[in-house]
């Protein structure tokens, strides 16, 4: 059983000064797999002051330097990538596939911003003035359980590319990955302070790095409700915030769509990460007189998929990360029943053998109405709702029918009609007859998905303010 008693501030392993405990359990079993002493407001008050203090002479370095630490930090990361991925497995339940495409993404993110550093001006002229892009400061980065080390690391190379340092909290639920990631950070020897790890309790750490003044800027991920509260400490201080949150994904399948492409398209798209992942597209728009040809090719597709165990490669849904999760689906399931909703395939319970783990059965309701829970509220898990529409009008408006915006997803054989429909579309990312994820491109959502954007040039910026230097001008 592994014991994780350290924080990571000002360039060394620390023990923490926390003494709260919680349990590491494997979702694929429920066995307990570890221990970590999760840190208090001191370890996090240590790590912001060390974190300030690295910045003045961070925000000083020069391009090529930070193009190097970005290197490093690469290395560092495939150095450690087949633990991180056994890791990712073990601890958070993800498939052989996914483990593998998170890791690997979190360690080339680092060479994108290298990359992207060699064509950024950070001094520049606008009319008769001079622009410079200066670093915030501190940069807080808060992430979820779901993608770890990709969603620390995107937001992290933006940071270091930047000339800013950092406090990183990631969730408690991902102790073992934060401990591989965080000795691969301290393996690329940036200098003291400008990385710092804790891991503890959101209401302890988030209260406080969303509330200090030496805090600049905030880069979460998590759900709308915990990002209101974030941005409502944060503006006491002015702080800048990148809020990466929760959606309720549209897919619209046309009517000249290849039905058999569109549907496998549309499973992907709600399973990918076992449903786990706040991209996903849990909500199918079918065009009314389609419907009878797409429910058996719904429940043939997703009976056919394999739901175990997440060592196996062959597993497409592994188990749920952890017994509230389980529950929480569960609920959801239940509740689409109680209103009314058919079950195409699924259901409650879990599936024959899998009783030991935190396992549900990829479920699909068709008759679904808007004003279902299932249809507005985000579940989280491998739920599908189908929709029907009549009018190209109507499947806009119905997409549009949501709090969220942060992705949306068109099947068409007519692309120039899906792009049409696209810029109609609220939502961050429109991907046509497509579930690629384009990280050069800005990632983030319209309403109450978000605010701001990171990845690319946009998560670049989002780390620089603006200053303007105006000379005198002689006529």
Known sequence: MQIIDQQYINGRLVKSAGRHKVEIINPANGEIIG????????????????????????AASTVAERQEYLQQLHD???????????????????????????????????????????????????????LVMTPLGVTAIMTAWNSNSGSICVKLAAAIAAGCTTVIKPSEFSCLQSKILTEAFDAAALPAGVINVVNGYGDVMGSVLSTHQDIAKICFTGSSVVGKIIAKNAVDTMKRLTLELSGKSPNIILDDADLDKAVTLAINACFQNSGQACVAGSRL????????????????????????????????????????????????????????????????????????G??????????????????????????????????????????????????????????????????????????????WHDADTPFGGFKQSGIGREGGIFGLEAQLEPKVIVKEVIP
């Open 35 to 58: 221990e970590s002493v999760l840190g208090n407001e001191q370890d996090v008050l240590m790590a912001i002051a060390a974190a300030k203090e690295a910045f003045p002479a961070f």
């Open 76 to 130: 560092a990361i495939i150095e450690r990538i087949d633990e991180l991925k056994k890791a990712t497995i073990l601890e958070y339940g993800a498939t052989v596939q996914r483990a593998e495409w998170s890791n690997r993404y979190a360690a080339e993110i680092f060479l994108q911003f290298k990359d992207l550093l060699s064509d950024y001006n950070f001094e520049r002229s606008i009319g008769q003035s001079q």
């Open 285 to 356: 728009l079918v065009p009314e007189h389609l419907l009878e040809r797409v429910k058996p090719l719904l429940k043939e597709k997703v009976a056919g998929l394999k739901v175990g165990l997440p060592t196996d490669p062959e597993t497409y849904i592994g188990p749920m990360a952890s017994q509230k999760q389980y529950d929480r689906i569960q609920h959801y399931i239940q509740s689409g029943i109680a209103s009314g909703a058919e079950v195409l395939v699924g259901g409650t319970g879990k599936p024959e053998g899998l009783e030991n």
């Open 358 to 435: 935190f396992f549900v059965k990829p479920t699909v309701f068709i008759n679904s109405t808007a004003d279902m829970p299932i249809v507005k509220e985000e579940i989280f898990g491998p739920v599908l709702s189908v929709l029907t529409y009549e009018t190209e009008e109507a499947a806009i408006a119905m997409a549009n029918d949501t709090v969220y915006g942060l992705q949306a997803y068109i099947s068409s054989s007519d692309i120039e009609r899906a792009r049409k429909m696209a810029k109609q579309i609220n939502a961050g990312r429109v991907l046509i007859n497509t579930l």
